[in-house]
């Protein structure tokens, strides 16, 4: 139990993944799509002959906006929350978050009859408040500032023994996420590429793993806004380079690559497609509008980077993640003055 | 030739459907299935447990916003369209229509090769007028006004011999929107009760067409805006009162029933209910919250409808038309002043 407790704990600072023995396998992607299969939806796969026709590819859109609280963050989080044990199950989880990754916790834990907390800063919306109350979270809020959160949240790990569960930076997180890529690969054949948003890296990394082992030769992207491109960087680099106070509009963007994320994005040969923000306004609104789908900034950066990009992906069959769905409907981007 | 161009222009004037020939069979909507089959999707359906538990009932959302144009009418459009007589296709097709109808006799034109003029009011938007010249129809501005779009919309019928297509005045129309209606009845088995919206009626109409022959017990309810509620009005007095001057926020329910959709709704024993202004913005945010789905405020008048008459919903299995997706995202009723 302490060494797990350990083990969580160095998860949680994304310490975890510098040995290859950390790393998610395709079989670990199997074991967690049979074990989250009653939890999560089977989302559909959507096409669209305008945006192939702007595009010049054949686009598969999977959209993850359909999956349960509104994002792909609920495989993972089911995927950590399932395989807690008794002892662990009873005194709980804990997590910091402000928006998809906090819902997703919730949700699953009360799925599981786990009892959580979800940290937030004071500074997030009521209604992101309420979502996540409405899932049967407990909702302790803190002071804003990444330290402020991971301190609260550090508190209720030693004081209740509650299970942290980190965004990205863990292999559970990792697989439950790469099982929208066995879905899609199941649901669309021939994939020449896929492109998926990256922030912290978890779905991106995930959806590498399913594609070395199933298909080889299909070529991964990461789709990343310019603003918050430490992604394109640390892979560039060799070595994580995060990306301070970004500033983009992709709320889901925002954050770092950690060991773990970015020793799958590079062992498994993604690429990183960059896009600026007037991009992905204008290709949040395409997908609204020619699509009837509401996303999330953060899953339009991959319709952006096919656009802004088209050389890679001309003539190919092109899949897409739209990650999420999850938006303000008082403050659209396109109305921001 | 003579007795087609006779019975088109009736039809247009809304005068079919007064005797039992004249009425749509679910043979006819069988073989308008058929026909315009490669030309529409067939779209999903959607449940929402949190929809499920604030209406008491289990919700089946046949999401037509995903249809081709965004909207159920290309259903219509592509029936009318394909039976056209070589000669008539070669002399084209016409209609009078700001909002949906005209996309969809533009696309179905163009499926099948055909030249279409859609006329529109000057005061239509630029949006809605390059949506109608993007799917390859002639735009035709006409001043407001039915009187001047029917007038605007005569003379080409006369000069160049096209065909007018009426929005949902015409068994055509009624037999390809109800064709939505067999693929939900294939999709969700066990139905209790189907609720469509009802403007012009060629939608509900349909619809129970389909009912009555598969399912006699199903109840059929159309939902109407209260400001807009001549359906609800006529078939209670049992005779047409056309609706004067509507103003709704569901721009697409301004119409009125004709004779052919009257007594289709009253012959099939369907049931209105109305639903104020507030309800059914309220229902459209919604479906964009918790389904992710751009739907427009015509198409929120079901889950209005559902949740302001609870009743006759409650623990049963209800499927609801999601008639289009058509909005403009630069003024969403909720963040109007």
Redesign the interface.
């Known amino acids: 139990m302490a060494q797990r407790q350990t083990t969580q704990r160095t998860a949680a600072g994304s310490g975890f993944g510098t040995t290859a023995a950390d790393l998610p396998t395709v079989a670990d992607l199997h074991a967690a799509a049979e074990r989250i299969g009653p939890y999560v939806h089977r989302t559909?796969v959507?096409t669209n002959s305008y945006l192939d026709a702007e595009s010049g590819a054949r686009l598969f859109f999977k959209a993850e906006?359909?999956q349960k609280v509104?994002a792909f963050k609920m495989r993972g989080a089911a995927n950590f929350v399932l395989q807690l044990s008794a002892a662990e199950a009873r005194r709980g989880v804990v997590t910091h978050s402000s928006g998809n990754h906090g819902q997703a916790v919730a949700a699953a834990a009360r799925a599981r009859g786990v009892p959580a907390t979800v940290v937030m800063p004071r500074s997030s919306s009521a209604v992101k408040r309420a979502a996540v109350a409405g899932y049967g979270a407990h909702v302790v809020l803190c002071e804003d500032g990444d330290a402020a959160r991971a301190a609260a949240a550090g508190r209720i790990e030693a004081e209740q023994g509650a299970t942290l569960i980190h965004p990205y930076g863990h292999p559970r997180i990792v697989a439950g996420q790469g099982t929208l890529a066995l879905e899609l690969f199941e649901q669309v054949a021939a994939l020449d590429t896929v492109v998926a948003p990256v922030g912290g890296g978890g779905c991106l990394s995930g959806i590498s793993v399913a594609a070395r082992a199933r298909h080889p030769e299909l070529a991964v992207y990461g789709a990343e806004p310019a603003a918050a491109d430490d992604a394109a960087r640390s892979l560039a680099a060799g070595h994580i380079i995060p990306v301070e106070q970004p500033d983009t509009v992709a709320d889901g963007l925002r954050t770092s690559l950690v060991q773990l994320t970015f020793a799958l994005l590079r062992g498994n040969g993604v690429a990183i497609l960059t896009v600026e923000e007037a991009d992905i306004i204008a290709a949040m609104?395409l997908i609204?509008?020619r699509?009837?789908?509401?996303?999330e900034p953060s899953a339009a950066v991959t319709l952006a980077a096919v656009l802004a990009h088209p050389e890679p992906f001309r003539g190919r069959r092109v899949g897409l993640v739209l990650t999420g769905?999850n938006v303000d409907?008082?403050h659209?981007p396109?109305?921001q003055g």
Chains 1, 2 share one sequence.
Do not use: E
């Open positions: 559909p959507f906006n359909l509104g609104r609204w509008t699509m009837k789908l509401v996303v769905g409907l008082d659209l396109w109305l």
